[in-house]
């Protein structure tokens, strides 16, 4: 009692009426409703009320209901003590009510000891039942294989006796005295297809013995099956040669169904690789050279294939056309790769080895090429795809192709092709004859051997189709060669690099005359016409290429048309070279300008006409253009190379001029007050010189008439002047000021 809480009492206003618990929106006796929902009644609260009110009353309410709940236990404290003395006689009607129950657990127990009884019995009967099934099947399969074991002895007993065994049957001699074919075509066939039959029970055999190993019922009778095993084999061999060497499609039809009955394809395949196909291999390709007619040693192996498709035409389609009947079961045979094939291998193995070997790449070539043409007639007696696919995956066609080494042939043709260009290269540099009638479309050496190597990669004399990807390569890798030869060369010749640390591809364009760039600039827009799209080249690899799909063939021409594109980068570096070397020379001439400023100097001589040295500056020019080589060069590059060496010879005459002018006139200023001065101290005038005419006008006054004259020469070769920034400048500096805005000349 002590721990008991007492219910507050209930909140009285002051008219002692008691104050509501509770606002009027929570309802307490929505507790009590029997699908009384707390989301939904939370859900429909909070839209209206705040969370934390409805929280706070909700923990009011609760606490109210545990003050009440104290309340009913106070109020009723005596009834809760007193309730266990009211449960008298609860044990006895416990202990009442247990007794049914134990005795139905027990009749539970007991039925289901029964039950697992007879289970368990009904299992061991079942269990002894399929042991007792399994042993009958077994005995039975036992019983099989003695019956079948002693028909397959029967049968074979029978062939001897039977008028089907060849070789000791009488064969029935007609009236002629010859013979009769008709009855030894009988005795074979009647022989085969007993063959056939024991071979179907040979093969019932092998079923059951493969299900009963490891018996001792088998494991006695082995012997008799081996020996029926061998007696088969042999009559079978004999009979299936017997057939044939008489070409008798019915009994060899038979004889090869007998063997797929015994799963013994390689056999027969065997028989007649050695029957037939050897014999026939061997008149063709001589087995040792010692036996070998005069003359007939070579390694070629053309003629070899013309005489073997040909006996194969007529000595062995009979067999490929039986084996590949519709709906006969004979699919298993391979005798195009394990009978020809096999034996046409081992055959030039032996008997001409040197045709595969690499080592003389163009007998190698042919020889691969008409060995690859050889696979395509052979393949052409496969009766579906299928039968191609299985062809192709024999051991006999893998080795046959493993023998052609065409990686070693592609390197041997490497090093024939690249290394040909880059001995070329390498050597002196020097165009070849000239005939300048005949307009040769290439003038180089270099120019020449790349393209006949560009074309030896992809002529049928080198081509090998597996390997076009290589051959591609080999030929960006040529073209990559000679574009970085010419690159060196430009690059030592622009620098006028003479060391001893120069690249070997350089030294070639060091020592050269101006005149050679002619013939290697018509030779660049050459190649790289004829590996253009419309060039010739990339016709010759369509050609090449005819049976690829169109994708393939553009991914290579975009490959070819991207190599020469760094070709097309070297036009503007040669014509840079040429204007370099032409206006070095001119520079000589120019500098004799520097002399103007001594005639001139504390003179009164005035200048009258053009200096000397003005007619030699583009005198180099005009002996360039009046060569007899120029018609090599395109009009537009005649354009480019007169204007580019008349802007950057004008450039330096500009860089000259303005020189020595500006020194005039500073010696002059210097010079002047260095007068002045001396004037002042003795008392002269400072203005009796203003009416002279000075030396720097005198300097500006002759190069006033040199520039005239150069413009003259300029308008001579065609070219304007007043079209040039840099004679503009020229014209500004040494120019009178009343003419500085009317170039004329």
């Given at each position: 009692m002590a721990d008991l809480v007492m219910a507050p009492p209930p909140a009285m206003d002051l008219f002692g009426e008691p104050i509501e618990a509770h606002p009027p929106w929570f309802k307490p006796d929505a507790f009590l409703r029997a699908g009384f929902d707390a989301d939904a009644y939370v859900a429909e609260l909070r839209s209206y009320v705040p969370l934390d009110s409805l929280a706070a009353e909700l923990r009011a309410h609760l606490a109210a209901l545990r003050a009440e709940l104290v309340g009913l236990i106070n109020r009723d404290y005596a009834d809760f003590v007193g309730l266990s003395a009211h449960l008298k006689g609860v044990d006895a009607a416990a202990a009442r009510m247990r007794a049914p129950l134990a005795d139905l657990r027990d009749k539970v127990a007991a039925f289901r000891a029964g039950a697992s009884a007879a289970l368990a019995a009904l299992r061991e009967g079942l269990q002894q039942r399929a042991a007792a099934t399994a042993a009958r099947e077994l005995l039975e399969l036992l019983l099989d294989t003695s019956h079948v074991v002693s028909k397959v002895e029967k049968l074979i007993k029978e062939l001897p006796t039977a008028p089907s065994d060849s070789s000791n049957a009488e064969i029935?001699?007609?009236?002629?005295?010859?013979?009769?074919?008709?009855?030894?075509?009988?005795?074979?066939?009647?022989?085969?297809?007993?063959?056939?039959?024991?071979?179907?029970?040979?093969?019932?055999?092998?079923?059951?013995?493969?299900?009963?190993e490891n018996l001792p019922f088998i494991e006695n009778m082995e012997k008799r099956i081996q020996g029926a095993t061998k007696l088969l084999d042999g009559s079978l061999e004999r009979c299936f040669v017997d057939g044939l060497e008489h070409r008798d499609a019915k009994v060899i039809y038979n004889c090869l169904r007998a063997y797929a009955a015994i799963d013994n394809t390689s056999s027969a395949e065997e028989l007649f690789r050695t029957t037939v196909v050897s014999p026939l291999i061997q008149k063709?390709?001589?087995?040792?050279?010692?036996?070998?007619?005069?003359?007939?040693?070579?390694?070629?192996?053309?003629?070899?294939?013309?005489?073997?498709?040909?006996?194969?035409?007529?000595?062995?389609?009979?067999?490929?056309?039986?084996?590949?009947?519709?709906?006969?079961?004979?699919?298993v045979f391979d005798f195009l790769g394990n009978s020809i094939l096999k034996e046409v291998l081992s055959a030039?193995?032996?008997?001409?080895?040197?045709?595969?070997?690499?080592?003389?790449?163009?007998?190698?070539?042919?020889?691969?090429?008409?060995?690859?043409?050889?696979?395509?007639?052979?393949?052409?007696?496969?009766?579906?795809?299928?039968?191609?696919?299985?062809?192709?995956?024999?051991?006999?066609?893998?080795?046959?192709?493993?023998q052609w080494n065409v990686g070693v042939y592609f390197s041997l043709r490497f090093q024939e092709i690249a290394g040909g260009l880059d001995s070329t290269l390498t050597n002196t540099f020097s165009p070849t004859g000239l005939n300048e009638a005949q307009q040769k479309p290439l003038l180089l050496k270099q120019s020449i051997?790349?393209?006949?190597?560009?074309?030896?990669?992809?002529?049928?004399?080198?081509?090998?189709f597996s390997h076009c990807d290589k051959f591609l390569r080999l030929s960006l890798q040529l073209i990559s060669r000679y574009t970085t030869w010419l690159s060196c060369g430009l690059s030592a010749r622009k620098a006028s690099d003479?060391?001893?640390?120069?690249?070997?591809?350089?030294?070639?364009?060091?020592?050269?005359?101006?005149?050679?760039?002619?013939?290697?600039?018509?030779?660049?827009?050459?190649?790289?016409?004829?590996?253009?799209?419309?060039?010739?080249?990339?016709?010759?690899?369509?050609?090449?290429?005819?049976?690829?799909?169109?994708?393939?063939?553009?991914?290579?021409?975009?490959?070819?048309?991207?190599?020469?594109?760094?070709?097309?980068?070297?036009?503007?570096?040669?014509?840079?070279?040429?204007?370099?070397?032409?206006?070095?020379?001119?520079?000589?001439?120019?500098?004799?300008?520097k002399g103007i400023t001594a005639t001139y100097r504390m003179t009164s001589k005035l200048p009258v006409r053009h200096s000397p040295y003005v007619s030699g500056i583009l005198h180099p020019l005009k002996v360039f253009l009046e060569g007899d080589r120029m018609h090599y060069l395109s009009e537009d590059d005649k354009t480019k190379l007169c204007r580019g060496s008349a802007n950057k010879i004008t450039a330096t005459y500009y860089d000259l001029v303005s020189e020595v002018v500006t020194v005039a006139r500073k010696t002059e200023s210097s010079l002047q007050r260095l007068r002045q001065g001396a004037q002042r101290r003795v008392g002269a005038s400072t203005d009796a010189s203003d009416s002279i005419i000075s030396d720097t006008d005198k300097i500006c006054m002759q190069l006033f008439l040199d520039i005239q004259e150069y413009a003259r020469?300029?308008?001579?070769?065609?070219?304007?002047?007043?079209?040039?920034?840099?004679?503009?400048?020229?014209?500004?500096?040494?120019?009178?000021?009343?003419?500085?805005?009317?170039?004329?000349?």
């Open positions: 029935p001699i007609n009236d002629t005295g010859t013979p009769n074919g008709k009855a030894g075509t009988g005795v074979r066939e009647t022989q085969s297809i007993l063959l056939e039959r024991i071979a179907s029970e040979m093969n019932r055999l092998k079923f059951y013995i493969s299900h009963a063709i390709v001589p087995q040792n050279y010692a036996r070998a007619v005069a003359g007939a040693s070579s390694d070629e192996l053309e003629e070899d294939y013309q005489q073997i498709k040909a006996c194969v035409e007529k000595d062995c389609k009979f067999i490929l056309e039986i084996s590949s009947s519709e709906n006969s079961g004979l699919h030039i193995q032996k008997g001409k080895p040197g045709a595969f070997s690499p080592g003389k790449p163009k007998e190698f070539l042919r020889n691969y090429k008409v060995s690859l043409g050889f696979l395509d007639f052979l393949e052409g007696y496969c009766f579906s795809k299928s039968a191609v696919t299985k062809l192709r995956y024999e051991p006999a066609y893998t080795d046959f192709m493993r051997k790349l393209l006949e190597s560009l074309d030896s990669c992809w002529s049928d004399e080198v081509l090998v003479r060391s001893p640390n120069s690249p070997a591809d350089a030294e070639w364009a060091l020592s050269i005359p101006i005149e050679d760039f002619i013939y290697i600039m018509h030779d660049v827009h050459a190649v790289i016409g004829e590996l253009s799209e419309s060039g010739s080249f990339i016709g010759h690899v369509n050609q090449s290429l005819g049976s690829c799909p169109i994708e393939v063939f553009n991914l290579v021409k975009g490959s070819i048309l991207q190599a020469a594109e760094p070709l097309k980068e070297l036009l503007p570096a040669i014509m840079d070279v040429m204007i370099g070397i032409i206006v070095k020379k001119s520079n000589e001439d120019l500098k004799h300008l020469n300029l308008r001579a070769i065609g070219i304007d002047a007043r079209e040039i920034d840099s004679y503009r400048a020229l014209w500004q500096c040494v120019a009178p000021k009343d003419r500085h805005e009317n170039i004329q000349f």
